[in-house]
Structure formats: structure tokens, C-alpha cells
């Protein structure tokens, strides 16, 4: 009886050594030198500028048009809270004007209708 114990569990062992682990679509690495966040299956690359910042869409790999698509950045940089609209730049790019961004802020991008769903992407500027 031990013996086909021992064999049941070694065959549980091997075949989980075999499975392999979740892989997440598209490309999480940052394209234009900011910071990827994902929500509902789509990245989002967040890139501080002197000026405000600007916000690139991927679906999968493949750039998302931004076409139609609004919201609101909520930046909290300690104890002061900052917001800013956010406004359909180009193809797949959204822009955010007028803030300033810095090491330790976390943001809060609440978008409209992106794909028909509204969606909320956090980011920390490291």
C-alpha cells in the first residue's frame, strides 16, 4: 500500500513540474521608457514630461486607438491631491496637461469609454 502511495504522489509531483504558469498577453515592458500598469487585459504606459504626461495604449502588443476615450488623473504627492483631465492625443496616445509629476506620486487614471468599459489604472512614480 505504501508503495502505490509513494507512486501516486511522485506522479503528482512530476506532472506539476510540467504545468506551465499563467502568461499574460502582450508585452508588459515599457515601450517609451515609462511605467506599464495592465487592467482588463490591456496595458497602459504612463510617461511623466515636463508639461503634464502622456498615457500609450496597447491591446495585446498591438496599439489600442484612444479615439473617443476621456477621463480624469488623480495625482496624490504626499498630503496634496492634484487632478487633471485627460484628453485623447493621437492614434493610440492619451495627454495629461498641466501637472507636475515626482518620485512617490500615485496616480489614479480613471478612463471612459475604453473599449466601451470604463477603467481605473494606478501608477507610482519610482
Do not use: W
Amino acid at each position: 500500500m505504501k508503495m502505490k502511495h509513494l507512486i501516486s504522489v511522485a506522479g503528482l509531483v512530476l506532472s506539476s513540474l510540467c504545468i506551465n504558469p499563467a502568461q499574460s498577453h502582450g508585452d508588459a515592458k515599457p515601450q517609451h521608457g515609462g511605467i506599464v500598469q495592465t487592467a482588463n487585459d490591456l496595458s497602459f504606459e504612463l510617461v511623466a514630461q515636463a508639461d503634464g504626461a502622456t498615457i500609450y495604449l496597447m491591446d495585446h502588443g498591438k496599439p489600442l486607438a484612444a479615439k473617443g476615450i476621456t477621463g480624469k488623473l488623480t495625482v496624490l504627492q504626499g498630503s496634496k491631491k492634484v487632478e487633471a483631465d485627460i484628453k485623447e492625443a493621437s492614434d493610440n496616445t492619451l495627454r495629461v496637461m498641466g501637472v507636475k509629476l515626482g518620485k512617490g506620486d500615485k496616480l489614479v487614471a480613471a478612463l471612459s469609454n475604453v473599449v466601451g468599459k470604463n477603467v481605473t489604472v494606478r501608477f507610482t512614480i519610482k
